[in-house]
């Protein structure tokens, strides 16, 4: 019996303002959390579940996840992280940290000698900024990770308008390299002609993976071919020639797995990405080119904070 399944996906991406009241120094705050909530429903036979149950269940995730959820934000007075902050994200696995490496990380257990942000984790804003201090208007640049990670929230522009390869003035996006859970791809801006040569390394790369799933059953007719030749002929060189056919088989497939993964790292492109996380939308970008690490921290820098933050804080300024 064929049964006619049919799955279908839904996710929502959403942002919802925290208002927090330091449990160690009382000072009120305020940062903006984003979740993405997924869902998925399956019809069979078109009965039962369908789209619209998918997008009903990426609705309740995401609602879920902007009630429940807490981020790492530290206390933008006296640096101290929230013990519910902390217990919520107990789980949350951290590639690096000011405080090292894993989860289950304690930052207050370095208080107050040392304060620092969890990457990716959102800008904070004092309430009730009563010294003549202006409060930040900007997002915080992402802190430069070892091996020139930088960890990007994707949720607005972060990437600047000007071409990643060349750093000339962007006129559309490419799609970074396709990696492992990383669906749907992420692009960023380029110039026209970067893209190009890019669209024409793919094709390249294209053709050498046919050309190689062509080549291995050509090695393999090449063998048999020679053993029977030799066994017609005599019986003692059989090993011999084995041995020498099984070296060219190597050799061969060794060329052309270095043909191959020399054009899949794509070498031209001057950042990669190394892990996203799409519950959070914090993605790790590891950059070949310096410059091109600056112009886009530089970038982040100057982006100012979402209108929604912009507005609690004006409605909750003492007049
Ligand atoms: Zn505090
Ligand atoms: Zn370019």
Excluded at 48 to 76: H, I, K, M, Y
Excluded at 208 to 231: D, E, Q, R
Aim: one cysteine or more.
């Amino acid at each position: 019996m064929l049964i006619h399944v049919t799955t279908f996906s839904a996710a929502n991406v959403g942002a919802v303002i925290k208002e927090v009241t330091c449990e160690k120094c009382a000072a009120r705050f305020v940062y903006e959390m984003i979740r993405r909530g997924t869902g998925s429903g399956t019809a069979i036979y078109g009965i039962g579940s369908d789209s619209q149950t998918a997008a009903n269940e990426a609705a309740e995730a995401l609602n879920r996840f902007l009630v429940d959820g807490e981020d790492l934000v530290a206390c933008p007075q006296c640096g101290w992280f929230q013990e519910s902050m902390i217990a919520k994200n107990a789980t949350r696995y951290w590639y690096w940290s000011p405080w090292g490496v894993g989860n289950r990380l304690n930052p207050n257990t370095t208080m107050p000698t040392k304060r620092g942000h969890f990457p990716g984790t959102p800008t904070a804003v004092l309430l009730d900024a009563h010294n003549n201090t202006v409060p930040t208007m900007f997002q915080r640049p992402p802190d430069i990770e070892p091996d020139n990670v930088l960890s990007i929230r994707m949720f607005q522009n972060e990437f600047p308008p000007i071409c990643i390869c060349c750093g000339q003035p962007a006129t559309t996006t490419v799609d970074l390299e396709p990696q492992a859970g990383i669906n749907p791809a992420i692009s960023v801006p380029a110039c026209s002609s970067c893209a190009e040569a890019k669209a024409k390394r793919l094709r390249r790369l294209k053709m050498k993976l046919f050309a190689m799933f062509f080549s291995l059953p050509l090695v393999g007719l090449l063998t048999l071919g020679i053993m029977t030749f030799v066994s017609e002929e005599n019986d003692g060189g059989t090993l011999l020639s084995m041995t020498f056919m099984l070296l060219l088989a190597a050799l061969i497939c060794g060329v052309l797995a270095h043909f191959f993964g020399n054009s899949s790292k794509d070498k031209h492109m001057p950042l990669k990405i190394v892990r996203m996380d799409w519950e959070t939308l914090i993605c790790r970008v590891r950059f070949d080119d310096l410059q091109c690490l600056a112009r886009v921290r530089d970038h982040i820098g100057t982006l100012p904070l979402s209108k929604n933050i912009l507005e609690y804080i004006a409605a909750s300024q003492p007049c």
